[in-house]
């Protein structure tokens, strides 16, 4: 009986919460007289809005939908590719442990916005403005602190026995990291990839900054539709309904690893 009071309770909770994204599912389906009925309850659906943003001449939804898949996915492995080798440095080699880990993590705690005008000079002379791979390298930098803590909590959870006992059968530093630690690492790897994956694809602050045209993402495409003439709701909430999709399969796909990964550093015995 617990149970059932405890899962109408958390379900309720999910409802409330998720309320505006409800609503934006709503609104999509809906026509433009629906939408300034704000009265009307029931309505015949429509595809009228993912018509106009999948196939309408100006405005180029794929095109954002495809960078923000590009964005989220290199940003992954980019930070994944450098905080495995990082944190083994640091906590089994012990190489700059005492200044490069509290150095990197400390950047976790400034506000992304003091980045970014030197982001933008910085950017502007090496010619990486309004291309994808600069986004990339901004995610990247922003990620990694939060991967590095992560995957020190997954690595510290792994006996070193193993470690020695590779050692002692001749495997160098490399051998064990790739031959042995990859693989019991696989369900951290894939929480910091997912993390990653979904942080990188709801940016907005540099995608304002650091795109124009060629890079823009899904999060900044969105908003194309706020015009001086007014805002086509419609259109906004099909394409934000659109883009919510990705990071929501994604997760959902790799949720046990997702769960079984974070909870591998959890508790320390």
Known sequence: MKKWYLTAFVFIIAILVNIPLINAIL??????SDISSSSKILFEPTFEHFSNILFGSSYEFPQYFANSLLLATFT????????????????RLHFGEKRALPFTTGLRLFPPIIFAIPYYLMFQTLGLLDTIFGLVLINTFLNVPLGLLLMIGFLQDIPKDIE??????????????????????????ASVGILTFMFSWNDYLFAVIMSLDKATPVTLGATMFITSWGIKWGDVSAASFLSVLPPLLFTFLAQKYLVSGLSMGAVKG
């Open 76 to 91: 992954s492995l980019l930070v994944i590719i450098i905080t495995l080798p990082a944190a083994y440095s640091m906590i």
């Open 164 to 189: 020695e006992s590779a050692m002692l059968d001749g495997c160098s530093t490399y051998s064990i990291l790739f031959r042995i630690i990859l693989p019991l690492m696989k369900p951290g790897i």
């Open 27 to 32: 609104t999509s389906f809906k026509t433009d």
